[in-house]
């Protein structure tokens, strides 16, 4: 059994969940980015889609939470580091109420 690809599926209700910032996405704040494999895997995944992948690193790790709780988790961390207005995120994320909490946190 295989979760980290139960988003991709949609057949678990519990997924790892990494949330992840790539800092020189080529926008001033970066990226934030969520995953259930390995932060590296994604990593990869960007590098090879010719996005500047030097300086990522993890900014949170949760094993077997709800996928809820991962895009809460990953909106709150756009809020905070203000990659949707100045980065490369191109949406808040899939939770509003998290992603202004994080926005208290610049």
Not at 27 to 35: A, F, I, K, L, S
Request: overall charge positive; some cysteine.
């Amino acid at each position: 059994l295989v979760v980290t690809t139960a988003r991709a599926m949609g057949k678990y209700d519990v997924c790892d969940c990494t949330i992840y910032k790539l800092p020189k996405h080529g926008d001033p704040n970066g990226y934030v980015g969520q995953t259930g494999r390995k932060a590296l895997e994604r990593w990869r995944e960007h590098d090879q889609a010719g996005k500047d992948t030097s300086g990522a690193h993890v900014l949170r790790r949760e094993y077997k939470v709800t996928h809820e709780r991962c895009d809460a988790m990953e909106a709150f961390y756009i809020g905070k580091h203000d990659t949707f207005v100045h980065g490369g995120n191109k949406t808040r994320g899939n939770d509003l109420a998290a992603y202004e909490r994080g926005q208290k946190f610049r």
